[in-house]
């Protein structure tokens, strides 16, 4: 999925896991659309293109809660 290794291999104790050591990983949602689309990953259609017409978002309201214009 492209996420980017955030302690790039390091690995830390996670409380909810009993202390078991995890790596961390994470996506910039503003690069994932470019990501996904450049390395023409096969989920892509899916996670980009999929219309979900029983999931309403109300923009206004995310955008006003974020700062947005």
Request: proline share 7%; glycine share 6%.
């Amino acid at each position: 999925m492209h996420f980017d290794d955030v302690f790039a291999g390091a690995t830390v104790p996670i409380s909810y896991a009993e202390g078991r050591p995890h790596s961390i990983f994470a996506l910039p949602v503003s690069d994932a659309d470019r990501r996904w689309r450049s390395s023409n990953h096969s989920l892509y259609g899916f996670m980009a293109r999929t219309e979900h017409p029983d999931i309403q978002i109300d923009y206004d309201r995310v955008f006003a809660a974020f700062g947005q214009p």
